[in-house]
């Protein structure tokens, strides 16, 4: 798959200590195992100029204290704190300076933040997905982006996860209803 290097962005969801780091409270095994291959599809994102965007889940400890219905911790329990070591993201990957960083508080990183009109500014359409977890905040972000007309493609091999039918589950019903499915070895920047 080519991907016009002006027009494209790699979006990795999630890649926090709280997940993917073997002292996170929601630490799953497969999220820690997709860091080398992000790190790699993230190289060559930087070196071929192409916007590298992260996406941080933080949750102020009060967040869902008003809740009518929606409660993630009520759900997962209490997890990446706002300031705290479990919302950073991994060390092992290359946050630079010109990369872009959304702060957000549900599952879909379109939800109440900057992405959308950070992206139309800067005439990205295409999307490539990778991050955790394939079921829940890297889908709903790429189910977001789909609805909003850009082209969500998530890269199998760098997409973590709890279980792996949930990974099988998020990549057959992106490829069938919004997006396209493809592994990092087939993307290409042009």
């Known amino acids: 798959m080519d991907f016009d290097t002006d027009a494209t962005a790699v979006v990795v969801v999630d890649m926090q200590n709280g997940f993917c780091h073997p002292d996170g409270s929601l630490y799953a095994p497969e999220s820690e195992a997709v860091i080398d291959t992000i790190g790699d599809l993230i190289e060559r994102a930087h070196d071929a100029g192409?916007?590298?965007?992260?996406?941080?889940?933080?949750?102020?400890p009060e967040q869902f204290e008003d809740a009518h219905y929606y409660d993630e911790f009520e759900q997962w329990g209490e997890h990446v704190l706002e300031d705290s070591w479990e919302a950073e993201i991994v060390a092992e990957l290359d946050?630079?300076?010109?990369?872009?960083?959304?702060?957000?508080?549900?599952?879909?990183?379109?939800?109440?933040?900057?992405?959308?009109?950070?992206?139309?500014?800067?005439?990205?359409?295409?999307?490539?997905f990778c991050g955790t977890l394939a079921n829940v905040c890297v889908l709903h972000t790429a189910g977001s982006a789909g609805?909003?007309?850009?082209?969500?493609?998530?890269?199998?091999?760098?997409?973590?996860?709890?279980?792996?039918?949930?990974?099988?589950?998020?990549?057959?019903?992106?490829d069938w209803l919004f997006g396209e499915v493809t592994t990092r070895e087939s993307v290409a920047f042009d």
Not at 50 to 60: F, L, S
Not at 162 to 172: R, T
């Open 50 to 60: 192409v916007q590298v965007i992260y996406t941080r889940d933080v949750h102020p």
């Open 95 to 128: 946050v630079r300076p010109e990369d872009h960083v959304v702060e957000k508080h549900t599952y879909d990183a379109f939800h109440e933040t900057e992405l959308d009109g950070w992206l139309s500014a800067r005439g990205i359409d295409d999307l490539l």
């Open 147 to 174: 609805l909003r007309d850009y082209r969500p493609v998530l890269v199998e091999d760098a997409i973590g996860y709890i279980e792996e039918a949930h990974h099988e589950y998020a990549l057959d019903h992106a």
